[in-house]
């Protein structure tokens, strides 16, 4: 049985855009590019956490460009960690937490850690760490993957995270091969939820929906024990598009149906948002070539990129088990 | 597998107990009440593991312990837990420590003092457990204090004397103790174990002070600091290094002071060197067949000695020139190699020589490479080699490394 016998802390949703507070935690300093969806999510993250929190982050943007020495943007304490380390990083830091607080050595509070990691550090290198710190219940914690879709700060590689046919520098459409990388997207918070059964509490999350997206972080860090959060970052760099379309493209990989909105919560799955109501029906997925051909790393895209990705997205909505989670069928059901 | 005391001692007192070297380390964990242990099977550092278990499961040490899932995420969650204030231990042997090796580079600049223990043990391929020192010999220019040990007994003082020394504020660096794969780990042997509240009054808490990471001390650690700081990082690191000879020489006189075990000079032995002709240099458990060897020549009138190297970094140059330039020649028996280094030595072989070139006077050195993968190190090698080494006293010309004990 898990042991949390430190405190975990209070946390209500925020119950509005007005009730959010004002005060930032990640404030200026940082040198993302304009439109930077992934540091909206780190000052998301921060605000919705609070003063009382301790965030690792991995190699990455969000580190390159957050902390340029002497002008941090972080408020509260950050650490560096490794770029495959997020899982073990908030694990180090949860079991030191604890094991002072259980002995004596630090006085008793609730302290959110939160690691957060790329897609690279997460999908691809530290998957193996994060896999291994879900099966902890005996610690409080939140690893966050933060997912633009590539490994931007090293200048855009693809990783296991970036989408069948995208244009990245070790993925150019060329003269013979015009499709480089033809590998599918992993399902990441689907593969961690059925992974891990003791883990309380997964979910997606798209910072066009900020307040959902901090709810999410908020319940994450009150459910106790360790938990998963992935969110998708539109990138202007990386998907080459004009840094005013940010939030607009987070909204169509939602309503094109490509990224699902979801929180699975002690065992039990919720879809939100527009996610929800592209499953009852009520809302029609937009195609996706509305989404894709406003991203530059699709330009080389032509009618049968379009009808593969298109019949991937309608196949994961009408085949899965689960849509957007569980992606494989039963027999009986055939 | 909880020590077996053989004689009970009054409280305050030591008490003795036939245990291995891995074991004794493991006892001092629990002495230094360690906060945070990970662990990951390789042979033979998983032993130390094993006795650490077992002593957390009997109720008789109080830490937050995992096994992870490999030794990148072992040295990773050590290293975060002690930027908030926890006393951490872990370790590994071979491929193990260099699957590591990317946490082992961070921790110097980080100013986290890890203590770990390396069972040192060949790199693959191809297989082999036995020990060889290329291990935690890779990360010798890094920033990490290094030591080797030659029975349990010191394997459980170093251990401690390393909790203090690595935690000094003046230091903050990571500290790695070597104990020989089976030689030592596996070995057993009557150990003295001090008494808790002498132990207390030699290691203080640890104390991380404006370095924490806690909400109350909202600091930005590791930031990226590119070329216009990184140079000044370093130099910290170095100077912290600079100063560890002298807060080593302090913690081995406040150990033998508290805890009433002296080792003399810190960081080498010196074995019947008093009118040596020629001396032997080596470190870790080749001492044994050394002394063996050595006192079966003194039999035959042939005046040997032993310098037994404990800490290699930091590495004591002039001391150790000093004692060196005494000598009519110098046989440095290394169990590692360096390819392609200077006349194809081992890593000590070149340290030592090293060391040697600012000293006025340089006896003749030969370097020999031995017992590697394990293989035993026997008295009749150790003879050949001193062998050799009178010949160079003499003035014969020699290649300057030798392999021992090799099929050709
Ligand atoms: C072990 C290791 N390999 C490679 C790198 C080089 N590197 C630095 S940042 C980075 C990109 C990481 O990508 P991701 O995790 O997706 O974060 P992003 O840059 O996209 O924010 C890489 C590969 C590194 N820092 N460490
Ligand atoms: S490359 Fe992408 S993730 Fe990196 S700072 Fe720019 S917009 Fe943000
Ligand atoms: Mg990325």
Request: charged content about 20%.
């Amino acid at each position: 049985m898990a042991t949390i016998d430190y405190p975990l802390p209070k946390l209500e949703p925020f119950k509005g855009q007005k009730k959010i507070p004002l005060e930032e935690f990640f404030t200026s300093g940082h040198r993302t590019c304009q439109g930077c969806e992934s540091a909206l999510v780190m000052k998301m993250m921060a605000k919705a956490a609070g003063p009382r929190s301790i965030i690792l982050g991995s190699t990455g943007c969000m580190y390159v460009a957050n902390t340029t020495y002497y002008s941090t943007s972080w408020v509260i304490p950050w650490m560096h960690t490794q770029l495959g380390s997020s899982g073990s990083a908030a694990l180090g830091t949860a079991m030191g937490l604890k094991a002072l607080m259980r002995k004596g050595k630090m006085k008793k509070e609730p302290i959110n850690v939160i690691a957060f990691c790329g897609d690279g550090g997460g999908a691809d290198m530290g998957l193996a760490a994060i896999s291994a710190t879900l099966t902890h219940p005996d610690y409080n914690l939140l690893i966050l993957m933060y997912d633009n879709e590539s490994y931007a700060n090293t200048d855009i590689q693809l990783s296991g995270s970036t989408p069948y046919g995208a244009n990245t520098t070790f993925s150019p459409p060329g003269t013979v091969k015009r499709i480089l990388h033809h590998r599918w997207k992993k399902n990441m918070a689907g593969m961690l939820a059925a992974g891990h059964p003791e883990c309380k509490y997964i979910a997606t999350v798209d910072m066009s929906y900020g307040l959902q997206a901090m709810n999410c972080v908020r319940k994450a860090l009150s459910i106790g024990g360790p938990t998963f959060i992935h969110s998708l970052d539109p990138c202007p760099k990386g998907w080459d598009y004009d840094p005013m379309i940010s939030h607009e493209l987070g909204e169509l990989a939602v309503t094109t149906g490509v990224w699902p909105l979801y929180e699975i919560e002690n065992g039990v799955l919720k879809l939100y948002g527009k996610t929800k109501e592209i499953a009852e029906g009520r809302y029609k997925r937009l195609p996706v070539r509305d989404y894709l051909l406003r991203q530059g790393r699709f330009a080389h895209f032509i009618e049968e990129d379009f009808d593969y990705f298109q019949n991937k997205i309608d196949q994961m909505w009408q085949k899965w088990l689960i849509p957007g989670v569980i992606p494989f069928r039963r027999e009986i059901d055939q | 597998m909880t020590p077996t005391a053989v004689a009970e001692a009054p409280k305050g007192t030591e008490k003795t107990a036939l245990i291995t070297g891995s074991e004794a380390i493991a006892v001092a964990c629990k002495l230094a009440d360690v906060d945070v242990i990970t662990g990951y099977p390789i042979r033979p550092y998983d032993t130390v593991i094993q006795y650490i278990a077992q002593l957390i499961s009997n109720g008789e040490m109080d830490c937050e312990y995992v096994v992870a899932e490999g030794e990148h995420s072992q040295f990773e969650i050590v290293k975060h837990a002690s930027t908030v204030g926890a006393r951490v231990f872990c370790g590994s042997s071979g491929v193990g420590w260099m699957y590591a090796f990317e946490c082992l580079t961070v921790t110097p600049a980080l100013r986290v003092p890890m203590v770990v223990m390396v069972g040192n043990r060949a790199l693959d391929d191809p297989g082999a457990f036995g020990v060889e020192h290329n291990d935690a010999l890779a990360v010798r220019d890094l920033g990490w204090q290094l030591v080797w040990v030659d029975n349990a007994q010191e394997a459980l003082d170093t251990a401690l004397i390393a909790y203090r020394v690595a935690e000094d504020r003046r230091i903050f660096l990571p500290c790695a103790i070597s104990c020989d794969g089976a030689f030592l780990t596996h070995s057993q042997a009557l150990v003295k174990i001090p008494a808790q509240e002498k132990v207390n009054a030699f290691l203080p808490r640890y104390d991380r002070g404006d370095l924490l990471l806690h909400p109350d001390n909202p600091i930005t650690v590791a930031p990226q600091a590119n070329e216009d700081w990184l140079m000044e990082i370093r130099r910290q690191t170095a100077a912290a290094m600079d100063r560890s000879m002298g807060v080593i020489r302090e913690a081995y006189k406040d150990y033998e002071r508290i805890i009433g075990r002296g080792y003399g000079n810190p960081f080498f032995e010196e074995y019947m060197t008093d009118d040596a002709d020629v001396v032997l240099v080596g470190m870790g458990t080749l001492s044994t067949p050394c002394k063996v060897a050595i006192r079966k020549m003194r039999q035959e009138g042939k005046k040997v000695g032993l310098v037994r190297v404990r800490w290699f970094r930091p590495f004591a140059a002039e001391e150790l020139a000093q004692c060196l330039s005494r000598f009519k020649a110098v046989g440095v028996i290394d169990r590692d190699f360096s390819l392609g280094s200077p006349y194809s030595s081992g890593v000590l072989a070149t340290e030592v020589r090293a060391a040697l070139y600012a000293s006025a006077k340089r006896p003749p050195l030969v370097g020999f490479i031995c017992g590697l993968g394990g293989r035993e190190v026997l008295v009749p090698d150790v003879e050949k080699i001193t062998g050799i080494v009178y010949d160079a006293a003499a003035g014969k010309p020699q290649p300057l490394t030798h392999w021992i004990g090799v099929r050709e």
